[in-house]
């Protein structure tokens, strides 16, 4: 059997994070709200009003297409897509086409340990959501269709990949970078529970090593990463078993059903001249004013593979470590807090706790990070606890546990647990002096250079204190008794 290559690009529709609709006031919260309570005269098309652009929508869009570096263009222009279909409305929704306000963008992708890729994005634009459709209401189906349209009008940017990506698992990677960019900067929420993140997959495949394109299927009804991952592997199944049992793809729209795991045909492909595109003349085009762009831009926070390249470099921390902590935003910011509470060299011992201690809790409690009952200050005073030789490990563990369970802080869970090691310099060396004049002959032996011998001696030690002495101290503390 020839060997196949898959070839996809992604379109992803995000929700921008306004209060109100693209153009009028109405609230975007619709999600889940009465159908029909959120819409005023401008988003049901009544006759006489006229859209009003939403700046705080186009200051959020810019501030994606920023992030992923992309290149605004000083003019945009918003284009009429004509269609018919209950849901919309005007019978065409306000979108862009030739002039889109942002071309060039691009993210890095990481798929394992493979390296990092860039994928590039050709467009992003904006445009306005359009109603829905209901066809039952609660367990009731009905006889024909009620239509919604709180979400009518609602602010969306469509961001459109190259079709660069070449395995689903890419694809996936590339879903989860956008989200984590996106949100970053507050551009969007990226619920895709609540549909403020929609993804439709275009794919074809081609002989390895040929520099033509297939035949595409666009998939539409995405509605996890993980059914996007399972659509693109149906699909390149399916294609390749057409293509090599003689048959051909046909460019057309297929829908993914999670519940049978397979993609079926919904229509054939509309062309672009399908929509009879044109400019919209009720609104004028939109220009990117320089400053207001240069103020964004200086506005933007530190992005998370900055972060990671920043928590690897600045504060040593491991590639995993550095990628389990920028996870989330929220994640990041409580590690940076927590590690600001300890001394420089107890980051590695504050990455460990929230890497393991922290986030078990979190997962398997479904707690939110700003809900969690440790602080990030409690961690750094925990972590410093270690390092300072206070506590060991394994006891810090036990203490996290202790913090979680009561929300105090370590000083107040230490005085309860009543172990913790002990690092009084008087104290320890009070038994090394004990220690050194019970075992002379070892004591001899270190001073000598024999280094074995030490252990004799720290035995001793650990005997004296019952087992809570420092071993750092103790080390330390013999190494200097016997050289005086
Ligand atoms: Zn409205």
């Known amino acids: 059997m020839k060997q196949y290559e898959l070839v996809v690009g992604l379109e992803v529709h995000v929700q921008l994070a306004s209060r109100t609709k693209l153009f009028c006031a109405c609230p975007t919260d619709g999600f889940g709200a009465e159908p029909n309570s959120r819409i005023c005269p401008v988003c049901t098309a009544q006759p006489g009003s006229l859209p009003v652009l939403n700046r ?287 001394p420089k060299g107890a980051v590695k011992t504050v990455a460990n706790l929230i890497g393991t201690e922290f986030l078990g809790k979190l997962n398997s409690e479904g707690v939110e990070i700003d809900e969690a009952p440790v602080k990030a200050e409690g961690v750094g005073g925990l972590a410093a606890m270690v390092a300072d030789g206070t506590v060991s490990s394994k006891l810090a563990k036990d203490m996290f546990a202790k913090m979680w369970e009561t929300g105090a802080d370590p000083k107040t869970v230490l005085a309860q647990v009543g172990g913790g090691q002990i690092s009084d310099d008087k104290q320890v060396r009070d038994w090394v002096r004990q220690a050194v004049a019970a075992n002379p002959k070892a004591a001899e032996d270190l001073k000598g250079g024999k280094q074995a011998a030490i252990g004799a001696l720290v035995g001793a030690v650990m005997k004296l204190s019952k087992g809570k002495a420092n071993p750092g101290l103790v080390n330390k503390l013999i190494k200097e008794a016997v050289q005086s």
């Open 56 to 342: 705080r929508a186009v200051e959020l869009a810019y501030r994606a297409a920023l992030a992923l570096g992309g290149d605004l263009a000083g003019t945009s222009v918003f284009a009429r897509k004509n269609y018919f279909y209950p849901d919309l409305p005007k019978a065409y929704q306000i979108s862009q086409y030739d002039q889109p306000f942002c071309t060039g963008a691009r993210l890095e992708i990481r798929v394992k340990d493979a390296a990092p890729r860039t994928i590039g994005i050709t467009r992003i634009h904006l445009e306005e959501d359009a109603g829905k459709l209901l066809h039952e209401v609660g367990a009731i189906k009905l006889d024909g269709s009620l239509v919604d349209f709180n979400r009518a009008g609602v602010p969306l940017i469509e961001i459109v990949s190259e079709p660069q990506i070449r395995a689903s698992d890419e694809a996936y990677a590339y879903l989860t970078a956008l989200k984590e960019v996106v949100s970053a900067v507050g551009a969007s929420r990226c619920d895709m529970e609540k549909g403020e993140m929609r993804c439709d997959a275009n794919v074809s495949v081609r002989p390895a090593g040929s520099d033509k394109f297939g035949t595409r299927a666009e998939i539409k009804n995405l509605n996890s990463f993980k059914n996007v991952k399972d659509a693109i592997d149906y699909e390149f199944r399916r294609q390749v078993q057409l293509l090599e049992s003689g048959g051909r793809v046909v460019q057309e729209t297929r829908l993914w059903s999670a519940e049978t795991a397979e993609t079926r045909s919904m229509r054939s492909k509309e062309e672009a001249h399908d929509y009879r595109y044109f400019p919209d003349p009720d609104l004028v085009p939109l220009t990117a004013d320089a400053a207001f762009v240069a103020s964004l831009k200086s506005s933007l926070p530190e992005l998370p593979s900055a972060r990671r390249a920043r928590f690897s470099a600045e504060l040593g921390l491991s590639a995993y470590d550095a990628e389990v902590l920028t996870g989330s935003l929220a994640l990041a910011d409580y590690f940076e807090k927590a590690a600001a509470a300890a």
